[in-house]
């Protein structure tokens, strides 16, 4: 009589292991032991979220992500196609990657050199959008509520709430958290679309509640 398939293969579990599981994860994927999900997430065709790696609730992995190990994730977070989160890299609450989309965390790869030590941690701060094929440089913070253009290239820490385009990527506004473009005036800018309002202080944008 032929062996019931167990659904673990190399230390990697699927979703069919963990019966009652409150995240879904597509039979076409992996989640090795020892990964945390959370709530409501919901994990595509082809994914891989590797040992010690923390992803929120309600986030969601579309095809082809990979997650590496000790990935810190947030809540409500979206990783469209194609895109890898390496080690050193942390995501905070609301995020958006788009596709292809690409992280780092060596400045200085070699194939024949192993730089494990030399991790730089890159921090994607709350509600911070980082556009299709786009690369961020490890090493560097995106602000809370920044958007990256689509193929820019990050190579220093960016502002909460600019709007950055190019390679190497240069700040050209601010925009909301809604996606809106702001445009100040005597140092001061109401959203067009949502209507938050925003102060620009010392070369920061700050929101006023």
């Known amino acids: 009589m032929k062996k019931k398939p167990s659904g673990k293969s190399g230390g990697r579990v699927k979703r069919s292991v963990k019966p009652g599981a409150d995240y879904f994860v597509h039979e076409s994927s992996y989640v090795d032991e020892g990964a945390q999900i959370g709530k409501g997430t919901k994990i595509w065709f082809f994914c891989h979220v590797q040992k010690d790696a923390k992803i929120g609730r309600d986030c969601i992995l579309g ?15 979206k990783i469209q196609n194609n895109v890898s989160i390496y080690e050193d890299v942390t995501l905070e609450d609301e995020v958006f990657c788009g596709p292809s989309c690409v992280f780092t965390n060596v400045n200085n790869p070699r194939s024949h050199i192993e730089r494990k030590n030399e991790y730089r941690r890159t921090l994607v701060k709350r509600r911070a959008s980082i556009g299709a094929n ?3 440089v490890c090493g560097h913070t995106i602000g809370e509520g920044a958007f990256i253009g689509a193929g820019a290239v990050v190579t220093k820490d960016v502002p909460d709430y600019s709007l950055m385009v190019g390679n190497p990527a240069r700040q050209i506004g601010w925009i909301c958290d809604c996606g809106v473009k702001l445009q ?7 959203c067009p679309a949502c209507g938050q309002k925003f102060v620009l202080k010392d070369g920061k944008v700050l929101k006023i509640s």
């Open 63 to 77: 095809q082809n992500v990979n997650v590496d190990k000790r990935v810190v994730i947030g809540d409500r977070v």
């Open 134 to 136: 786009a690369t961020v």
């Open 184 to 190: 100040f005036s005597q140092d001061q800018a109401v």
